[in-house]
């Protein structure tokens, strides 16, 4: 299985702030590199795919980049409604592998 | 647009077997080439696929879940199913249908998922 090593694991920002999320898997996967948001009782939402493709409806300020193993997501200017888990995941093979999340928190 | 919806009989008891159902509406499960998974969060913790289902009945199955894990499709029903067998608290968790767009092959559609309680 492809291992996927988020970090960091929580972070705490400010509305306004830039930050950045990264993703690590344990062998080359090329681009196959999702990004998903989940909030409290919801389930996840596709906010990126193929590493930097934004999904449609998805506002801007999202961005992702990487290829082979290291990718990251940034969120230009947070917004109140950014604060929530993220995920990355892998689509290069089965089984999908999911990294372990990075809880996002108003600081 | 294409929508899914889980069902099951609720509480399991420890080496029963638990059984979901995932019903899609918006479109035809045979329409693309389209493999409906099945992924689980137990409570506070991480996203695990368990497996796919294509609308021909091929399947894959995440290797640490494979002996439990039956995945099978009913295309006049427009259903996908998922059976785990012999289950342990371990398996207690929200699970969730999805399918995966096939150009960006990442999960853009999702059940609202459905708590699952392994307990006697």
């Known amino acids: 299985d492809i291992q996927m090593t988020q970090s960091p694991p929580s972070l705490s920002a400010s509305v306004g702030d830039r930050l950045t999320i990264t993703c690590r898997a344990s062998?080359?996967?090329?681009?196959?590199l999702n990004w998903y948001q989940q909030k409290p009782g919801k389930a996840p939402k596709l906010l990126i795919y193929a590493a930097s493709s934004l999904q449609s409806g998805v506002p801007s300020r999202f961005s992702g980049s990487g290829s082979g193993t290291d990718f990251t997501l940034t969120i230009s200017s947070l917004q109140p409604e950014d604060f929530a888990t993220y995920y990355c995941?892998?689509?290069?093979?089965?089984?999908?592998?999911f990294g372990q999340g990075t809880k996002l928190e108003i600081k | 647009q294409v929508q899914l919806q889980e069902s099951g009989p609720g509480p399991v008891k420890p080496s029963q077997t638990l059984s979901l159902t995932c019903t899609v509406s918006?479109?035809?499960?045979?329409?693309?080439?389209?493999?409906w998974s099945w992924i689980r969060q137990p409570a506070g913790k991480g996203l695990e696929w368990i497996g796919r289902?294509?609308?021909?009945?091929?399947?894959n199955y995440n290797p640490s879940l494979k002996s439990r894990v039956t995945i099978s499709v009913d295309t006049p029903k427009n259903q996908f199913s998922l059976k785990l067998s012999s289950v342990t608290a371990a398996d207690t968790a929200v699970y969730y249908c999805a399918r995966p767009s096939i150009v960006a092959r990442a999960f853009d559609v999702w059940g609202q998922g459905t708590m699952v309680t392994v307990s006697s």
């Open positions: 995941q892998q689509s290069y093979n089965t089984p999908r592998t």
């Open positions: 062998q080359n996967i090329n681009n196959y």
């Open positions: 918006g479109g035809s499960i045979s329409s693309g080439s389209h493999y």
């Open positions: 289902v294509s609308s021909s009945g091929s399947t």
